[in-house]
């Protein structure tokens, strides 16, 4: 069985270990986002990467060391996809995705120098590959043009690394040709395109959801978040964080459309469980401090989430 060797170790790990990525970086006077997308499952099966090439690098010239438009925003979402692949309903789908920026002046990962005149923003979506209409929303994330108190408003399902997993709605009845496909987006005035580069490297969601670096990043973004916490979806779901002892405060609608919630860590390590109707509404957990994924459930479908930055 073939093997391959990681930079700078030498240990040698099977294919398995491995994964193409796609990595998207916006560069701004003052920061360079970057945003990983790697690791794409059905029913724990690889998925391949559509128009995919190793080591290629799309929308940068390396003569100026700038963006340039090799591809236009249509082309560069019509063209960053997985392969396409069969579904039907309660098929589960997962990715791994690490969002970050990095500071100009001190070349270390950052929040309180993030500048952007331009908001952007990328959602990742399920398309029937016959019809080319969205089957459904996987993940989306947005980050807003800085104003003068240079605190971006972020809008996000999911912390900055995560692993997306999702299961395909009772509404695909027959098997159906599908893939999934990133979609990137810059809105305001002179915008750079989206720079790419196609690679393929050691799968490294377990080290990223367990590193405490990058969990702190995480609690930090969010805790300078200027539009606050949020979730995805609407449901009848209330999570609120609470201090001496650290916790949250969950409360559901009466009568309610869960059936469980669930209260995890970022790297999903379930914390605590209930069932719908809760004992007591609001129901106190208590947990450590940091940031926190409330999942509300119907008959163990995730349905909407929560964050909430525990202190």
Known sequence: ???????????????????????????????????????????RKRLFLSNWCDKRVVNYDEGTDSPRADWTASEMRSRSATRTFPVISNDTLQFFRRLSWIDRYSSALSFSRYVNNNGIGYSVELVDSGSGTRIMLLDSFAIGATTDNKKPC???????????????????EDTTYAY?????????????????????QKMLSGFHLSNSQFTAYSDSVEANNYCGGGGAGSCDLVAIPTSGP??????????????????????????????VP???????????????????????????TRKVLVQ
């Open 1 to 43: 069985m073939a093997s391959f060797r990681t930079d700078g170790d030498t240990t040698l790990l099977p294919p398995e270990h491995f994964a193409p990525y796609f990595s998207f970086s916006y560069e701004a006077d003052s920061s360079f986002s970057s945003w990983f997308f790697s690791e794409f499952l059905l029913n």
């Open 154 to 172: 972020i809008d996000s399902w999911y912390p900055m690394g995560a692993r997306v997993r999702c299961v395909v709605p009772n509404t695909v």
């Open 180 to 200: 999934i496909r990133i979609n990137t987006w810059v809105s305001g005035a002179d915008p750079y395109p989206f720079i790419r580069e196609d690679g393929f």
């Open 246 to 275: 650290s916790g949250i405060l969950i409360s559901s609608a009466n009568p309610s459309s869960l059936t469980d919630i669930e209260v995890r860590n970022i790297d999903g390590t379930l914390i605590w469980t209930g069932s």
């Open 278 to 304: 809760l004992a007591s509404s609001p129901s106190a957990v208590n947990v450590s401090p940091g940031l926190k994924i409330v999942l509300g459930m119907q008959n163990s479908t995730v349905v909407c």
